[in-house]
């Protein structure tokens, strides 16, 4: 993706994919670069979403607010008129999603792959043990 194809492009992650990303805020810095809008695509309430974006500095173009996400993305389409639509996700009902509205379906791990993205590790590091004094009661 890096530097690939038309930069006349709207690019929408389905939330659960940006999880899966090490640094989401590096994700959406590079892809800003490349793409005209970018936005995060939710069945989750809004405060979740936005929760998440400030906590990981994401400024978006555009986020599903009280929407379902088909309808989002077929908000997000008309507003923002591009020649290319795409949606990142995670599994087939985003892919089957993206097919319904006639958008672009890229999975998180081949968009990773290409872009040079870092997946967050699937298991979290385990806690360092505290470190132990002789002389603490």
Known sequence: MNGGGSSDMTLAFELEALKELEDPEAVFSDARSWSEYVGVISEKPTYVVTNFTRKNRIRQDFFSGPRGR??????????????????VGTDEDDEALAESVDWEYLPITEAAEAAGWTLAE???????????????P
């Open 122 to 136: 699937d298991e979290p590091e385990s806690e360092p043990e505290p470190e132990r004094r002789d002389d603490w």
């Open 70 to 87: 088909e309808e989002s993305l077929e908000n997000v389409e008309s507003q923002f008129q591009t020649e290319r639509h795409v949606f």
